[in-house]
């Protein structure tokens, strides 16, 4: 009980007045909202905080790049001091990142849900990769910049939260990659090669063709992924059954 509400109490019961102490604490009571929903409600506020410097840092970054940017324009478009700002992002190129991955978190878990594995395996993996790439297209110079970080190599120490956010989502990818190879291919050929070793090569071909993809003008998803499905074919003759070797998938 609050030291509000034993002030009003004591002072009721010295007039003589519980009913009017039991009237004054529930109204106290309905006022003061429970230690769980008062939690429940900062969440909530930090949730929207988020999303508006979210929607501003992608806002400004499409309006005048990257370069120009700054991160008081964003906390001024966000709403939020700047101070504030620099809680979800340790600057702008974090920023930058903290937008690609609220999407591709969210696009890698969907679109490995949403294989259809009856499909031969190379329009599996295909697929997997289409959402990405459809999100590149829709912002290539954000995704010019984050490609580009993402593809250096800095010591766990240095890492910011969101470039460890992106190392955690290359490791989930490998996983999910691991999968559809395993459920693609024969017995047989499993046994022999080695399915996360395979993954991480045709991951890699991924990384290599999206960063040529996107030094285009204007990156195209069908071409990027016809491209994709190119090079990733070959590799998948070492754990296809022979029938099926050297057949090429639909386009």
């Known amino acids: 009980m609050t030291q509000r509400a034993l002030d009003c109490r004591e002072h009721c019961v010295r007039r003589g007045a519980e009913t009017r102490w039991c009237f004054l604490r529930a109204q106290i009571t309905e006022r003061i909202p429970a230690r769980g ?3 429940g409600l900062r969440e909530k506020n930090k949730e929207q ?3 508006r410097i979210r929607r501003a840092t992608l806002d400004i970054l ?3 790049g990257f370069d120009q940017a700054t991160t008081r324009e964003i906390a001024e478009r966000a709403g939020v001091a700047k101070g504030t700002l620099f809680l979800y992002a340790a600057d702008k190129l974090d920023l930058c990142l903290m937008c690609i991955n609220d999407d591709l978190d969210h696009l890698t878990d969907v ?3 949403n294989v259809d594995s009856a499909l031969p395996l190379l329009d599996q993996l295909v697929a997997f990769f289409e959402p990405r790439y459809e999100f590149w297209e829709r912002h290539p110079e954000l995704s010019r910049i984050a490609t580009r ?6 010591a766990p120490a240095d890492r910011s939260r969101e470039y460890s956010r992106g190392i955690a989502r290359r490791e989930h990818t490998y996983r999910n990659l691991s999968e559809l190879l395993r459920r693609g291919s024969s017995k047989k ?3 022999t090669a080695d399915i996360e070793c395979l993954a991480r090569i045709i991951h890699d071909i991924y990384l290599a ?6 030094s285009s003008d204007r990156p195209c998803a069908r071409e990027g992924l016809a491209t994709l499905r190119t090079f990733v074919a070959p590799v ?5 059954p022979k029938s099926q070797g050297g057949r090429r998938s639909s386009p």
């Open 189 to 191: 050929n499993r046994a």
């Open 37 to 39: 929903n008062v939690s």
């Open 62 to 64: 499409r309006e005048k």
């Open 111 to 113: 679109a490995f849900d």
């Open 209 to 214: 063709e999206l960063r040529f993809w996107l």
């Open 49 to 51: 905080r988020r999303q």
């Open 149 to 154: 970080e993402m593809s250096t190599a800095y």
């Open 236 to 240: 998948l003759s070492l754990i296809l």
